[in-house]
């Protein structure tokens, strides 16, 4: 269900293929942010109702068998000695490290840090980044910003070309 980062560039430069890259690339990130609380509240909202439906797919169980069923247990939240490296140490040139686990990848996204039972957010703030930090490796994040201009030269090219040949 989660929107992919290229399906969510793609609708940002569908909006706005006319806006500075800087720009651009702003709303991809706010864009990016709305997804991922949206897919957060999604898991949530299904969590809930798995949780309230009963064992027989039903939801009669009376009060008491309710109350005499035990609650799952609370998955204690991460904290910073639970960091397997250092976040200063964590993103590189050439991969970013989960500092939850120590996978590494070109980007760490919402579904991976979900598997650690916690959002982007908090882990930028367990990490101490900035909220403005990408969680992705600089290769990966100058590529993106590549992508993104030269995606936006080719549609200003074919903009100009369009209104040349209108006239």
Known sequence: MALEDKDILN??????????IEFIMSQYEIAKRMSMDIERRL????????????P????????????????????????RKDLVCKPEEAITD????????????????????????????EYKKLCGYAEDQKLMSGNFERKMLHNVQRAQQVRMK???????SAS
Do not use: W
């Not at 609708?11 to 500075?20: E, I, K, L, Y």
């Open 11 to 20: 609708a940002v430069f569908g909006r706005f293929n006319d806006q500075p």
């Open 56 to 79: 027989e797919g039903g939801a009669e169980a009376s009060a008491p068998e309710a109350e005499k069923m035990p609650e799952a247990p609370k998955r204690k939240k991460a904290g």
């Open 43 to 54: 898991t949530d909202r299904q969590a809930g109702d798995s949780a309230a439906a009963s």
């Open 94 to 121: 050439d991969f970013i490290k989960c500092c939850l686990c120590g996978k590494e990848s070109s980007s760490l996204t919402s579904r991976h840090l979900a598997q650690h039972d916690i959002s982007v957010e």
């Open 158 to 164: 074919n903009l100009r070309e369009k209104e040349e």
